[in-house]
């Protein structure tokens, strides 16, 4: 079963950095691509960013661009997310997504809360 | 920057057949996937490809692509049923690769 339990959420003053990490298991992890997904209080899904299976190629989302930068390590089954100058428009709740390839569709985790406040 | 567009809210009562569309320019080049996610879940795919239903995923639901419309189809809606849906896709210049509907809520009156 495919499980993907994201961690390093937390409450952050703005201006500051976070790291947010996924820990995949239940499938061959550097076979797929992975995406982060956020989703603001009573808000919609936002793609924030993805990264190819042998990290070859990163895309970003407009709205973090410059500021996050999404990395794997396929050795320990696990995917990052590193978000420096943190906004309050970053406050969300961010997930994990495994892409299945050939237009399979996404497998979600649970989620990491983000909290950007002073 | 590329938008797919879906209503707000869809009210529907049991046993009927709740639609929920979504348009977007590059949709007759990139296919379409819905999501469904209800209060405090993560969301969980129910259509890929424009049309195709995972495993698990019970026959009520179907998808369909018509132009630039691709469209989700609840027949026989149930009180379960009541949650948030969103449509994925991607414009056709790489320039966005993954974008999202801004949801659909379904009331099961």
């Known amino acids: 079963e495919v499980q993907l339990v994201e961690s390093g959420g937390g409450l952050v003053q703005p201006g500051r950095s976070l790291r947010l990490s996924c820990a995949a298991s239940g499938f061959t992890f550097d076979d797929y691509a992975m995406h982060w997904v956020r989703q603001a209080p009573g808000k919609g899904l936002e793609w924030v960013s993805g990264i190819t299976w042998n990290s070859g190629s990163m895309g970003y989302a407009d709205s973090v661009k410059g500021r996050f930068t999404i990395s794997r390590d396929n050795a320990k089954n696990s995917l990052y997310l590193q978000m420096n100058s943190l906004r309050a428009e970053d406050m969300a709740l961010y997930y994990c997504?495994?892409?299945?390839?050939f237009g399979l569709g996404w497998v979600w985790g649970q989620g990491t809360l983000v909290t950007v406040s002073s | 920057s590329y938008e797919l567009t879906q209503p707000p809210s869809v009210s529907v009562s049991p046993g009927q057949t709740a639609r929920i569309t979504c348009s977007g320019d590059?949709?007759?080049?990139?296919?379409a996937y819905w999501y469904q996610q209800k209060p405090g879940q993560a969301p969980v795919l129910i259509i890929y490809?424009?049309?195709e239903r995972p495993s698990g995923i019970p026959e009520r639901f179907s998808g369909s692509s018509s132009g630039t419309t691709v469209t989700l189809t609840i027949s026989g809606v149930q009180a379960e049923d009541e949650a948030d849906y969103y449509c994925?896709?991607?414009?056709?210049?790489?320039?966005?690769?993954?974008?999202f509907g801004g949801g659909t809520k379904v009331t099961v009156l």
């Open positions: 997504t495994k892409d299945m390839g």
């Open positions: 994925q896709s991607a414009d056709s210049s790489g320039a966005y690769p993954v974008v």
């Open positions: 590059a949709l007759p080049k990139q296919y």
């Open positions: 490809k424009d049309s």
